[in-house]
């Protein structure tokens, strides 16, 4: 991982990534339609790795599982004892889907609620069972997804001689009412002069018709735990879950909550930045998340390019940060789209927790939660735009919300950006590492040089790098606007990386 402190300059860089095509879902055939609901909104891995949920516009939430530990046996002992090689990518399947939320109309706001999923987080498995939060808008469910058998009716017409599961039962009971038989005080009984020989005669048996009920397949059933309802004026940006288990935090542009995942009907305000008059409004929250081992941390980024470190245990209401995370604007640089492309879209934790990285509209910051003079580094995503950046206002573009994520081990940070490309960045002190790749089958096809790292502040130890993209790719096509990956996600332990191409997901392995 990078460091302000200098501590790893001596040590070399990691190699950079041969990124290579695994599997794509949902791939479109050209001059295909793509349905807006079936736009992909929202990824993430769990944290095993083992599952990957996206959310759509349609308010559906899709699973997906993965089968090259099952096939191959999921324990270490296992995998040692065999000859697979262990460059073994992670491949995944379809697990299931269900439909998380609906449209509503709010009647009070004269609002209508879109049924798209903003964010998906895991929560932790118990007894086989998968947890998820899901957040449209205005509403975050709680759901759970377990594996129930299903019951069904084999037969009706009961055959003494072929009969299985309850039908062995009853013929044997019927034989035994033919026959004679002891009571307990040992009376010697004879039944086979009653009425029911002559109702449960062989001749009699076709028309007794006794359900068989077999449970050999099993189907996976989603079940809504808690629905979490009527606490944000405003929409719902972010979720996260608390390293506790217990609890989980949900952001509009105003105000953070905390819930109790037991509890639906009841959430504290930890955070709220409403001004008393709306006018005086300067900057709205636009993303939080929970340190990913501390339970009273968590860090929130504003529209101002600023992110702030809050501690629980300080006060009820968290009015106060703890610590300021931003970066001071040189002199003249200022101009009209300067605070709108401050604007930070998404934040994350490194796993350590000792790093948080950021993504505003042109660039990547890597900020060290013990050094809040400036970023450690800063990566420029697509600095060939910054000459449009008023085409780009006029349609709007410029105010999109691109994800960001990091490795499992630190070492390369990700993000997206036009044209359905996506962008990998060696984060260590001495990396030079910047590559662009395209979401298609052939990820590397508009691969360019990148120049050398160089160094911009000796000061501050900020690092610009990537930034000599051209306008057009290697083939001379100008880069399409239009089309843009918004949403991607890294595995939790492996070189692997999800991204969504409109209503396509797409899967690379390094």
């Not at 949902?26 to 790795?49: H, L, M, N, P, Y």
């Not at 950006?417 to 984060?427: A, H, I, K, Q, T």
């Amino acid at each position: 991982m990078a460091g302000g402190d200098g501590d790893g300059d001596g040590t070399a860089a990691p190699a950079p990534l041969d990124w290579k095509f695994s599997q794509v879902f949902g791939e479109r055939t050209a001059g295909e339609d793509v349905q807006e609901v079936d736009i992909i909104s929202a990824i993430e891995f769990d944290k095993s790795g083992d599952h990957l949920a996206t959310g759509d516009r349609g308010g559906r939430v899709v699973l997906f599982e993965r089968t090259d530990t099952k096939e191959h046996g999921g324990s270490r002992k296992d995998l040692e004892k065999t000859d697979y090689p262990s460059s073994r990518h992670p491949e995944f399947r379809y697990k299931t889907e269900f439909q998380s939320h609906e449209p509503e109309f709010d009647y009070l706001k004269s609002l209508e609620i879109e049924e798209k999923i903003n964010k998906i987080k895991w929560c932790q498995t118990a007894n086989g069972a998968l947890f998820l939060l899901s957040t449209n808008d205005k509403t975050v469910k709680f759901w759970k997804v377990q594996e129930k058998k299903v019951k069904k009716i084999a037969d009706m017409n009961i055959d003494p001689l072929k009969a299985v599961g309850n039908g062995s039962i009853a013929s044997s009971s019927i034989s035994v009412i033919n026959k004679v038989s002891h009571t307990a005080n040992g009376e010697y009984t004879d039944k086979s002069h009653t009425s029911l020989n002559k109702d449960f005669s062989a001749g009699a048996i076709q028309s007794l018709r006794l359900p068989v009920v077999t449970s050999h397949e099993t189907s996976l059933v989603a079940r809504c735990r808690r629905v979490y309802a009527h606490a944000h004026d405003y929409h719902i940006n972010s979720i996260s879950n608390n390293s506790d288990g217990e609890t989980f935090i949900s952001a509009d542009d105003l105000r953070i909550n905390l819930w109790n995942l037991e509890i639906s009907n009841q959430s504290f305000n930890i955070v709220d930045v409403k001004p008393a008059n709306m006018e005086d409004l300067t900057e709205v929250i636009t993303s939080a998340e929970f340190h990913p081992t501390h339970c009273n941390t968590l860090a929130y980024s504003s529209s101002k390019g600023s992110i702030r470190l809050i501690d629980l245990r300080q006060s009820a209401l968290c009015d106060r940060h703890s610590t300021l995370f931003e970066e001071q604007e040189s002199p003249g640089s200022r101009s009209f789209f300067t605070e709108i492309i401050a604007s930070i879209s998404d934040i994350k934790f490194a796993r350590d927790g000792r790093y948080i990285l950021s993504r505003d509209y042109m660039t990547l910051k890597l900020w060290d939660i013990n050094m809040d003079s400036g970023p450690v580094s800063t990566f420029q995503v697509h600095e060939y735009l910054r000459p449009r950046l008023c085409d780009l206002y006029e349609n709007d573009s410029i105010f999109d919300k691109f994800e960001c994520c990091l490795s499992g081990d630190g070492q390369r940070v990700a993000t997206g950006s036009y044209s359905n490309l996506f962008r990998v960045f060696g984060s260590s002190p001495n990396s030079t590492e910047a590559t662009t790749l395209e979401a298609s089958k052939d990820p590397m096809r508009r691969q360019v040089q990148t120049p050398s790292r160089s160094l911009s502040s000796s000061i501050s130890r900020v690092v610009r790098r990537g930034g000599e993209i051209p306008g057009n790719d290697t083939n001379g096509n100008s880069y399409d606007f239009t089309t843009k990956l918004l949403h991607l996600a890294w595995h939790p332990t492996e070189n692997s990386i999800a991204c969504a191409a409109a209503n396509s997901l797409y899967m690379y392995y390094a």
